[in-house]
């Protein structure tokens, strides 16, 4: 049974920085491309970075770049989400996905999902 358990969400004030983590196990993590998503209240649920297994490479929402930067650790089956110079508009459940190695920003290639970790920025 695949389990992906993110943690790291709280409640910051703007300018702040937090980091999200992503725990999977009963997936080949070393295949998957990684995916973070969020879902603000009454929104649909968005891209917001992703990173390949083998080059690594990795693909950002444009109302992100620059300030959140995703990376992976194979051998801890773990991957990170660093986020800096938060934003109230960054306030989302943020989601952990995982996926085949060809996918990028489509939400339907993901098909093993965390729970969510709550982030809230204040003014």
């Known amino acids: 049974q695949v389990h992906l358990v993110e943690s790291g969400g709280e409640l910051v004030q703007a300018g702040d920085s937090l980091r999200l983590s992503c725990v999977v196990s009963?997936?080949?993590?070393?295949?998957?491309?990684m995916g973070w998503f969020r879902q603000a209240p009454g929104k649909e649920r968005e891209f917001v970075a992703a990173?390949?297994?083998?080059?690594?490479?990795?693909y950002y929402a444009d109302s992100v770049k620059g300030r959140f930067t995703i990376s992976r650790i194979n051998v801890e089956n773990t991957v990170y989400l660093q986020m800096n110079d938060l934003r109230p508009d960054d306030t989302a459940v943020y989601y952990c996905?995982?996926?085949?190695?060809?996918?990028?920003?489509?939400?339907?290639?993901?098909?093993?999902w965390g729970q969510g970790t709550q982030v809230t920025v204040s003014s």
């Open positions: 009963g997936r080949t993590f070393i295949t998957s491309t």
């Open positions: 996905a995982a996926a085949g190695p060809f996918a990028t920003d489509r939400l339907d290639d993901y098909g093993d």
């Open positions: 990173i390949k297994p083998h080059t690594r490479n990795t």
